[in-house]
């Protein structure tokens, strides 16, 4: 006799700090952006499970900026990725190794914890699989 399993995987959208802020915009120069933003932001978002890293919030919520208030409030219900203890180290190793410029060490961080996390889950998920 044979098992059938069925796994259901959703689609996950790890957002960066651009996509909230665009939400807001009310530059001229961004008005395209800002549109495309809002729909799918009022047509798809909820098909898919979001999710932020805690050096975009951190980003959000630094500084002095026009709807500051409102970006942070979008984000504020969103799922934040967990924490990796390794995440300093490979931050230190792309900018030691010129993957990223050190002025780019947030956006290191981003890329580094969304890119860990999508080798975490598909570690797991072929575990699941055999």
């Keep these: 006799m044979g098992h059938n399993l069925t796994f259901a995987f959703t689609s ?8 909230p802020s665009y939400y807001f915009d009310q530059r001229e120069s961004l008005a395209t952006f800002a549109e ?26 630094a500084g002095d900026y026009p709807n500051k ?6 984000v504020s219900g969103i799922s934040p990725l967990p924490r990796l203890d390794d995440l300093d180290r490979i931050v230190k190793f792309y900018v030691a190794n010129y993957v990223m410029p050190e002025s780019l060490t947030v ?17 797991e998920a072929l575990h699941v699989s055999r």
């Design 107 to 123: 956006t290191a961080r981003v890329i580094s914890g969304v890119a860990s996390h999508i080798q975490v889950e598909e570690t």
């Design 36 to 61: 495309i933003t809002r729909q799918w932001w009022s047509e798809m978002a909820g098909e898919y499970e979001l999710f932020v890293s805690d050096a975009v919030l951190n980003e959000l919520k």
């Design 69 to 74: 208030k409102e970006v942070v409030a979008l």
């Design 12 to 19: 996950k959208v790890y957002l960066d700090a651009t996509i």
